[in-house]
Structures are given as C-alpha cells and as structure tokens.
C-alpha cells in the first residue's frame, strides 16, 4: 500500500532514493562527534579478538613458555622478576558490517517527508559511511524483491558501491509476498563473506516466527543490530480525518474519525514494527526505531559505535 504522494522526477529524495544525497552523507558522517573509532573483530559478535601472535600491537607480558619466539622476550621485566617473559601482541583485524536491507513493496510507503524506502537507503548510507571511516569493510544485501548481493569493500569504494546500489535497486514493484525474513537471515548466514557484524533495516511487515531461531543463530555467529523503519501512522494514533491511499495502482479514501477505528488502524498498520522490535527485545538484539521524517545518524551511531554490547 503506498501513500498517495505527487510524484516528482526519480530520485526526488522522497519517493525515490537520490543518489546524489547518499554520496553527501559522507560530510555529516565526518562532522559528527564520534567516539573514538575501532576496526577490531569479534568473536561471536560480542567480543573484541585479542589473537596473540606477531601484530603490531603489544597486548601484555607473561611468563616464558616453552615453544615462545625468543626474538618477543621481555628483557626489563625478565631483568625487574629474575623470571622469563615473553611479549604478546594483540593482532588487529579488519571489521566486516553486512547491512540486510528490507526491499519489499511496504517499504514504499510514506505519509510525512519521505518513504520507508528512502528512508532505509539514508540509514544503510550513514551505516557505510560510518563503519569505513573505521577502517572496516561494508557490503549490503537485499530481500524483498531481488536477491543481490554486494561483498565487503573497504574505504570510500565501498561506501561509494553501496550508495551506488542502494539507488539503482530502489526500483518500483508490484505487489508481493517477497521473502520471508526467516529466509532471508538463512541466506545471509551462508552468504555473510567474512561480516561480523550485520545490521538489519526492515519495516517488520516480513518478520515471521521462524525468524526468531535464525536471527538467535545469526547472532551467534555475528553482532546484529535491528533498526526498524517505520511511518508516523505506524507509530501512534492517527489524527481523525480522511486519509487517501494508493494500493496496487487503486487509489481509495480511507475515512477515520471514531478513536476505536483509529486505533484498530493503526495497530494494523503498525503490526510490522510492532513484532520485528518484539523479537529483537525478546532475543536481546540492540534496536532503534526511527519514522521518515528524522534523522538516522543518531541511530545508526547508536548501533554501531564501538563497546556496544547489545
């Protein structure tokens, strides 16, 4: 169902995502205050990797044990001790975020400033912007409606290719069942290319009960965040009035002026966000919710930022 908005030339930034605004993100990315930024992996999408070997990095000292490179000992504190020690480095690895993002039909729906759609596209543009100043790679796939894939890439590339793609795969759809949510965090389970973290950016319509057990099982393997993009009349009680639609070509007035008609409404719209936030709350997933009206970064940092846990 999609809110009946005038529709300017593609690339308006309201109904369709303009390319030209995602590249700008950059600049609010670079201007924000940031804390101070990591490209640490983790394991089990939880936890910084501390791997000891020959990084750059010293991690600590400990006492020499036998099969320990002679070239890392600690020759001031073997000398302060009287005890061998050997020097151990923390090895840094490079971070990975898959952005999941949702591209089904309800996703092109707005009644205040913009889209769901275009609104995800800004989010999934300050996730890119955000994790490459970090120095990690990003890649970004979609379910809904098409399949594809882009791999990791590092610096302003990657960013750059994700933009890229996030414009040209915003493309106007008919109607359809889609891809369920359960099978689309299967498929990125198998297709994750090395990401420890994934960031999933739907509006919940999808969500289904098996998704429960496979986000819990993604979860094990990488950090998932949840950011639910949702409309005002999603949200909270819609004031009364007459509300025109748009569904499948069909335009059709929607009249709401009793409290319990507005509230069913509502709720009915809504049931999406309503399940997709339930189930990140209920599996501990880290969520934010934001309408189509604010703005993402605050958000996405919130996901994001380094020493998040949940």
């Not at 100043?133 to 796939?141: N, S």
């Amino acid at each position: 169902m999609n809110a009946t908005l005038d529709t300017p030339p593609d690339g308006d930034g309201r109904t369709r995502v303009r390319l030209a605004e995602l590249v700008a993100l950059r600049g609010r990315v670079a201007k924000a205050a940031l804390p101070r930024l990591e490209s640490h992996a983790m394991r089990a999408g939880q936890q910084t990797s501390r791997l000891y070997g020959r990084g750059m990095d010293y991690a600590e000292s400990r006492v020499y044990q036998p099969g320990d490179d002679v070239r890392r000992m600690d020759w001031r504190l073997t000398a302060r001790s009287g005890r061998l020690h050997t020097k151990l480095f923390q090895e840094e690895r490079e971070g990975r975020l898959l952005i999941l993002l949702d591209t089904h039909a309800s996703m092109r729906f707005g009644t205040r400033a913009r889209f769901k759609s275009v609104q995800a596209a800004r989010a999934a543009a300050l996730a890119a912007w955000y994790v490459v100043r970090a120095g990690e790679r990003v890649g970004l796939m979609e379910f809904g409606a098409g399949h594809r894939l882009l791999r990791p890439l590092a610096g302003t590339r990657g960013a750059l290719t994700v933009c890229g793609a996030l414009a040209d795969w915003d493309q106007p759809i008919a109607s359809s069942d889609g891809e369920l949510l359960s099978d689309a965090v299967l498929r990125a389970g198998r297709l994750m290319r090395g990401a420890n973290r994934v960031l999933l950016i739907s509006d919940g319509l999808s969500c289904d009960e098996s998704a429960r057990g496979r986000l819990l099982d993604l979860s094990s393997k990488a950090g998932v965040r949840v950011l639910v993009v949702a409309d005002a009349l999603e949200l909270s009680l819609p004031p009364a009035g007459r509300y025109p639609l748009e569904h499948e070509g069909e335009r059709r007035e929607v009249v709401l002026f009793g409290e319990r008609q507005r509230r069913e409404f509502q709720q009915a719209l809504g049931a999406g966000q309503s399940r997709l936030n339930a189930m990140a709350q209920s599996l501990g997933l880290l969520h934010r919710t934001i309408d189509t009206a604010s703005d993402p970064l605050d958000a996405v940092m919130a996901l994001l930022s380094p020493g998040v846990r949940r």
